[in-house]
Structures are given as C-alpha cells and as structure tokens.
C-alpha cells in the first residue's frame, strides 16, 4: 500500500509551486498526496495580477474531517503558511497524528530579510511549529532568523554546520540548510544528530533564479525520507534534479515566474 503525505500549502493556477509541483513528484515517487490547501491563487504571487481565496476557516473543518475518517498519515509536510492563525491549526494538526513522520519547511524570507508579510510573532509561532517537527529545511535567511542570529553571505561550512546543529537542538533531529552560495557554487547542508555527520552537496551556480524551486527541492526530500531513503540520498537526488531542470529552463526566454520545466524530467524519479 502507498503511504500518504498530507501536503499542507497553497494552490497556484498558474506558476509552478507549491502543491501544483508537490502533487505529480510525491506520485513520481510512488507515495499518495494527499493535499491540505491553506489558499487558492489564480497565478502565484509574483505575477502582477492575481486572485487569493484564503482557506484558513476551511483548514480547520479539512482536519476535523480527517480525524473523524481516521486517516492515517504517513508524512506530513507543511509549506508556506500565510498566518499565524494557519501555523497554528499546522500544529495542532502534527500534535493530531503523533505517529506522523513531520517535515517542516520554515518559509521566512531569502537574501538575509524576512518577508514583509511576517512579523517576529510569525518568527516565534513557526519555531514553535519547528519543535513538533522531524526535519526543517531552511534556507541560510531563515535559519538565522529562527536562531536569532545576525545573517552573513559569508558563513563558513564549519559555521553553517554548527548552526544547523543549533537548529536541531530546537527539535527537529534532521536539518537541510539550503541555497549557499559560495565561489560560483550553490550548496545544500544537511545534518543529522541520530548520527552527528553532516553532507555537503554543491553544484555550479548558474545564477538563475525561478518560482517553485524550493517547492520541488522539499517536495523531492519528502517523497524519498517517506520511503525510507536515507538523507544524503535525498538530498543529492533533489539537487541534481533541480540543477537540471534550471539548466533546461534557463535555454528558453521564459518568465521566472513561471517556474522550471520539471515535467520534462519526471521519469528520473519515476525510475528510482
């Protein structure tokens, strides 16, 4: 039997995030989504028009819902959440299914600033959510915001490691620091304190930048801890896949906001 994935965040008619590109990569790798919309978007938020259906008075009924069926979720993975009110019902939702495997990607903000949608009560909440959870996947921003930490573009890996020990020391025993950019090259850290070894994973940079990129990466992550994949596995898997889907994009004049063309290369997940 498949195991499940309750996918918890948002809905993006067009531009390829979120649950638009978690649903066909978790079936990829041969796990069952099972999608927990907090919005639904007509296109996502970087295009210059838009419309945003907030579903998080829905999200509660969505979880009572499945309590009452007793649905047994094997993963759950949390992404962009636009409130506290949404970071709440999240947490109550981990705390619901404690047999639950408890991904959390911790979206803050990028380039050192938090978003301006946020405020440090939204900080506090989402490290409260990050104390329920298995393994985080920050980036460097997000890291430091979560630790209370003075960001810099130039950590060292002994540094970043250590703060992705300080991360984990918060709850999660898994940690993936992701997007470090050092010397035309752009690395993922991933830490493990059941076995206290770190992996460093990096490839050239080629300094482009699309919608959803993220979402892939976690959404890869997800699908193969849920099936037992060790960590380095996966994250080496994820980072190749995105490099190569970049590289193919960024051959056409395509809108970043459009994202990558990741249906292009989907067979390489279907194969492992």
């Not at 995030?17 to 990569?25: E, F, G, K, R, W």
């Not at 990829?28 to 989504?33: G, S």
């Not at 989402?126 to 915001?145: D, G, Q, R, W």
Request: hydrophobic fraction near 35%.
């Amino acid at each position: 039997m498949l195991k499940k994935v309750a996918a918890i965040n948002d809905l993006s008619g067009i531009g390829k995030c979120s649950l638009t590109v978690a649903i066909p990569i978790l079936s990829a790798l041969k796990v069952q989504c099972c999608p927990f919309p907090t919005a639904i978007l007509s296109s996502q938020t970087g295009f210059s028009e838009y419309t945003f259906l907030d579903l998080t008075d829905e999200m509660k009924k969505y979880s009572n819902t499945w309590k009452n069926l007793n649905l047994e979720i094997d993963t759950i993975c949390s992404g962009f959440l636009g409130s506290i009110d949404q970071i709440d019902i999240v947490s109550n939702f981990i705390k619901e299914n404690p047999q639950s495997f408890v991904i959390v990607d911790p979206v803050l903000g990028d380039d050192g600033v938090m978003y301006p949608i946020f405020s440090e009560k939204t900080c506090e909440e989402m490290k409260n959510l990050v104390i329920h959870s298995n393994l985080i996947t920050p980036n460097i921003t997000e890291a430091c915001l979560l630790l209370n930490k003075k960001f810099r573009k130039d950590f060292s890996e002994k540094e970043i490691i250590n703060i992705a020990k300080n991360l984990s020391d918060l709850g999660p025993e898994k940690v993936i620091i992701t997007g470090i950019i050092r010397n035309e090259m752009i690395y993922n850290l991933s830490y493990d304190r059941k076995t206290n070894k770190s992996f460093t994973y990096g490839l050239k940079y080629n300094k482009c930048s699309y919608s959803g990129t993220g979402d892939i990466f976690v959404s890869i992550i997800c699908g193969l801890i849920t099936n037992n994949y060790d960590l380095d596995f996966a994250v080496k898997t994820a980072s190749d896949f995105i490099y190569k889907c970049v590289s193919y994009t960024s051959k056409y004049e395509n809108d970043r906001n459009q994202g990558v063309m990741f249906e292009m290369f989907l067979s390489d997940l279907t194969s492992i």
